[in-house]
């Protein structure tokens, strides 16, 4: 299994938003499962709704808009994390969640396999 956390750039064609594409940009490496263990382990608690919502087997997307609400979240993430692999992992995500609310034409995307 594995989740990747990858922060992806909207390039728009022509006038037309409709006519949108994603490339990658940065990407949270997660194929040791480090961060899929610790999402599964704070999963229902309460206090990770947006977290809460990822698929181990899917896609969970996470608008520009949504951005501060994640990294509130991770908050949450980062006093679970029991090891400094995880703690390094939510760092990570945090540095990659600014990013995102710094720049609008992105998003994260939480892959899993």
Known sequence: ?????????????????????YVPVEVVDDSDDVLLRLLTR?????????????????ELVVSAREA???????????????????AARVRSLAALTRRCIRDHDVEIRFEGD
Request: glycine share 12%; with cysteine.
């Open 42 to 58: 704070v999963r229902g608690g309460g206090r990770t709704p947006l977290l809460d919502r990822f698929d181990p087997c899917g």
């Open 68 to 86: 501060p609400r994640l990294l509130a979240e991770l908050r949450s993430l980062a006093e679970a994390a029991g090891t400094p692999v995880e």
């Open 1 to 21: 299994m594995g989740l990747d956390v990858v922060l992806y750039r909207m390039i728009r064609s022509g006038a037309s938003s409709r006519r949108s594409s």
